[in-house]
């Protein structure tokens, strides 16, 4: 059975909002002849942004594998896909603010890293224990979800403030 896994909610939420929070001004605030640039380039970056977050882990029997768009195979992003059994072991690597990512070792040598921000984690870190019998006790989620959350609501927030300022 083919289960899929898309970016979290609440990541890609926040990557939105925030993108609208910054943005939003720009074409009310841009002289005469960019108004029409302007908004057609809102329009393309937001296009991008919601592109950018629709990446998405698809695992079966067999294997997993990760599918990211179109923009992002152009900006850098690969497409992966690891059978259950090539993967060796889980290991962990810390980030500069403190927390841990975490990559699929194969035993052909080669590191995928370990997608932290889908939805039904916990469903997603059970299929990989069940198929690969690796220990995922200390896997979580890159940064606690609050985070995500709380930049929605700033974001949200801004964006309430510049429709008011607009107004006045």
């Not at 909610?9 to 841009?30: C, D, E, G, H, N």
């Not at 768009?69 to 090539?86: A, M, V």
Request: hydrophobic share 45%; glycine share 2%; aromatic share 16%.
């Amino acid at each position: 059975m083919i289960e899929k896994f898309k970016t979290l909610f609440f990541v890609k939420s926040s990557l939105i909002s925030l993108y609208l929070a910054l943005t939003i001004p720009l074409p009310f605030i841009s002289i005469e002849k960019l108004k029409i640039p302007s908004i057609v380039i809102f329009a393309l970056g937001l296009y991008l942004i919601i592109n950018i977050t629709s990446d998405y882990v698809e695992t079966c029997s067999n294997k997993i594998t990760y599918k990211s768009s179109f923009i992002s195979k152009f900006l850098g992003k690969k497409n992966w896909e690891i059978s259950w059994k090539d993967i060796k072991l889980i290991k962990s690597s810390p980030t500069s603010q403190g927390s841990k990512v975490y990559y699929f070792n194969t035993f052909q040598g080669d590191n995928f890293l370990v997608p932290q921000r889908i939805e039904k984690f916990e469903k997603f870190l059970l299929i990989v224990s069940k198929n690969t019998r690796v220990s995922i006790d200390e896997i979580s989620y890159i940064s606690p979800l609050w985070t995500y959350k709380l930049l929605s609501l700033l974001s949200v927030m801004m964006i309430i403030g510049e429709f008011f300022a607009f107004l006045n």
